[in-house]
């Protein structure tokens, strides 16, 4: 397991969550969680649009908690993120590290010189006799405007992730997953659905879907005729004087709408991973990111998938008390926390 010896910094397309986590010998203690909302389209589809505003919103967060460490993990999502489960003939590791470069060129749509690559295997030996490997590549521009950014903060990225995979890792130490169980992972951000679909405890699938907590907000600004900020109070069910002409129903009508929308293409991936893997059973389905909050949108999953829905406590198994943390702030923002989570158990040494 990780040492936790990294901040966990998750640089969202709405706001920005910090993690920082110390490792005892009985379970990890948290030491910080917090977060800080990000201007509209600071981030647009996972490409860093104001930089500025991301360095001082890092700068504001990492003061606020009183961080010190000036080490942190990252994680990156989205259209220039392909992730790839391919089979291979069995190699070491060694060999596969020098052949992947040719290899992966038929798996990913960029030029192969515009992204970084990395590999994780699976399994050594499945049953035709060749090796499964999980490979990631990522956009070398987008990689870099995060570490820059990360750098002008006045921190060192020592790890790039992806979202869905910090989501697993967060998960993997607060829950007992059975061997031959599956389970969907779920992580709805504003602007993405990470999807990662885990079988005893090894990713089976993952996607990427462009949906997200910003439909929510543009529906109910284009429906209920409502500014930006007074859409985002209504989402979260917020409000005030100047909303007093919009009708609750409306707006969960609209909730409505958007959750059946992003439910379908939850469905979707879900059958396609069920149409060509042999674990095709999913025993459960776990969401995380803000949307995770949202009644109507679990209620949906649910209704199109069959399978039972929870939130993810990313805190479960993490001792909250040592720092006198506030309890309720941490269990009302748990589903957002799971990705900087999953960060801050991230090692330094790690690949």
Not at 11 to 40: D, T
Not at 144 to 156: F, Q, T, W
Not at 258 to 278: K, P
Not at 287 to 305: D, F, H, N, Q, Y
Request: hydrophobic share 45%.
């Amino acid at each position: 397991m990780a040492k936790g010896n990294l901040i966990g910094l998750d640089i969202g397309s709405s706001s920005i969550k910090v993690c920082q986590l110390k490792e005892s010998r009985k379970a990890y203690q948290l030491q910080c969680f917090g977060m800080i909302a990000l201007p509209p389209e600071a981030i647009v589809d996972g490409s860093i649009m104001n930089q500025t505003a991301i360095v001082d919103a890092v700068r504001e967060l990492v003061a606020s908690q009183r961080i010190k460490l000036k080490d942190v993990a990252v994680s990156v999502s989205g259209h220039s993120v392909i992730l790839r489960k391919i089979n291979l003939p069995v190699m070491t590791r060694e060999e596969l590290d020098e052949s992947i470069q040719w290899e992966a060129e038929q798996y990913i749509p960029f030029d192969i010189n515009d992204v970084n690559i990395d590999v994780a295997i699976l399994n050594d030996h499945n049953d035709q006799g060749q090796m499964d490997v999980l490979l990631v590549a990522a956009k070398k521009d987008m990689i870099n405007d995060y570490i820059n950014v990360v750098r002008e903060a006045g921190l060192a990225a020592q790890v790039v992730d992806v979202d869905s995979f910090a989501v697993q890792n967060a998960f993997e130490i607060n829950y007992n997953l059975p061997v031959g169980e599956t389970v969907a992972l779920i992580n709805v951000g504003a602007s993405v659905v990470n999807i990662n679909v885990v079988h005893s405890g090894i990713s089976a699938f993952t996607r990427d879907i462009a949906q997200g907590g910003n439909q929510y907000t543009d529906e109910i600004q284009k429906q209920l005729n409502v500014s930006y900020d007074e859409a985002e109070a209504l989402k979260i069910g917020g409000g005030g004087a100047e909303q007093d002409s919009v009708v609750p129903q409306e707006v969960e009508r609209v909730m409505q709408q958007v959750s059946e929308t992003i439910a379908n293409d939850v469905q979707r991936s879900l059958d396609f991973y069920a149409a060509t893997s042999a674990d095709a059973a999913i025993n459960r389905i776990y969401l995380s990111g803000g949307c995770a909050k949202v009644p109507a949108l679990s209620r949906a999953i649910e209704g199109k998938t069959g399978v039972p829905v929870e939130s993810v406590d990313p805190f479960r198994n993490i001792d909250v008390a040592a720092r006198g943390l506030d309890p309720n702030f941490l269990r009302a923002n748990a589903p957002l926390a799971a990705v900087s989570v999953g960060l801050a158990l991230r090692g330094g040494d790690e690949r």
